[in-house]
């Protein structure tokens, strides 16, 4: 199987790619195309990732990993796909001080170090069955799926620009609205089509199902109050005046270990393989 040779590449020119990532990650945009400020901030973090990957490819590990050139030869053509056509590809490097072989290589230390840091994570102590359950119990507030009420709304908006939408007159309109509403909850849905200002009217007034802190406070405090089928007074916010139905309400569960397992091992397996990874570029510092 043919692999690449270990990276040569000057640090001036591998630097220039970490630079190019930076802008790119941080700001959506070249390193040409910023000001100073931004231009100085990605700067720093390219500095930080190009020492970081120089650390770990000084590594042992790393003299000893092997990346595929199919693997590399994918890499390149995932970039270069991003460009209409092989003339841009290369004017965009060269603006980026950058040329076919440093992008190359840059991406070579980059498989690399990515290989090598998969590697060290994988050294962690594996997760048991006990490890599994005591995390559960820990942490039970995570396994615990909210309360949930489905909801409608109507809302007449407060806009003193038009003479409908006027405190006092909005407020007469809902006050309306709700008279028609009392005692005929099954009315809700085409009153929002009719009256409503949200966009949710298109929709009957459909709010989905709302968990708790969604809405506006007012609106929060009084659909968790309502009882399945009533429909609220009327609320006020800052965008205007209000009515809810509470169609349905689905309680809160606790999810059991057994449900939750799979999640738990993923979540104790990743803190560990970074925890072991920290650790081992801690070493690798002292040793440098």
């Known amino acids: 199987m043919n692999a690449c040779p270990p990276p040569s590449t000057p640090p001036r020119a591998e630097y220039r790619y970490h630079l190019l990532r ?5 700001f959506q945009t070249a390193p040409g195309a910023l000001d100073a400020d931004r231009l100085a901030q990605a700067e720093r973090q390219a500095r930080q990732t190009f020492d970081l990957e120089s650390l770990v490819l000084s590594s042992p ?22 460009y209409p056509d092989e003339d841009s590809f290369l004017a965009d490097l060269t603006t980026n001080g950058l040329d076919a072989v440093t992008l190359r290589q840059s991406l070579q230390r980059e498989l690399v170090f990515d290989a090598v840091m998969a590697q060290v994570g994988a050294r962690a102590e594996p997760v048991s069955e006990l490890d599994e359950q005591l995390f559960h119990e820990l942490h039970r507030e995570r396994f615990i799926t909210p309360e949930l009420r489905t909801a409608r709304h109507i809302l007449i908006t407060v806009n003193d620009d038009f003479a409908e939408n006027r405190r006092e007159v909005a407020l007469a309109r809902i006050d309306a609205v709700a008279a028609q509403l009392k005692g ?4 809700f849905g085409a009153l929002a089509r009719q009256c409503s200002e949200c966009p949710t009217a298109t929709q009957d007034g459909s709010l989905g199902a709302v968990p708790r802190g969604q809405l506006y406070p007012a609106l ?3 659909l968790f109050a309502l009882a399945e089928g009533e429909i609220s007074d009327v ?6 005046f209000h ?14 270990f057994e449900q939750a397992r799979a999640k738990i091992h993923a979540v104790i397996v990743a803190r560990r393989r970074l925890d072991r990874q920290k650790a081992w570029l801690a070493e690798l510092r002292q040793a440098t």
């Open 61 to 82: 590990e790393a003299r000893d990993t092997l990346i595929p050139e199919a693997r590399l030869d994918e890499a390149v053509l995932a970039i270069r796909q991003r």
């Open 243 to 256: 009515l809810l139905l509470c169609e349905r309400i689905e309680a809160g569960a606790e999810v059991g």
């Open 220 to 222: 929060d405090s009084a």
């Open 184 to 187: 005929q909850a099954q009315r």
């Open 235 to 240: 609320l006020e916010s800052e965008i205007g």
């Open 22 to 26: 930076a802008a790119s990650e941080r």
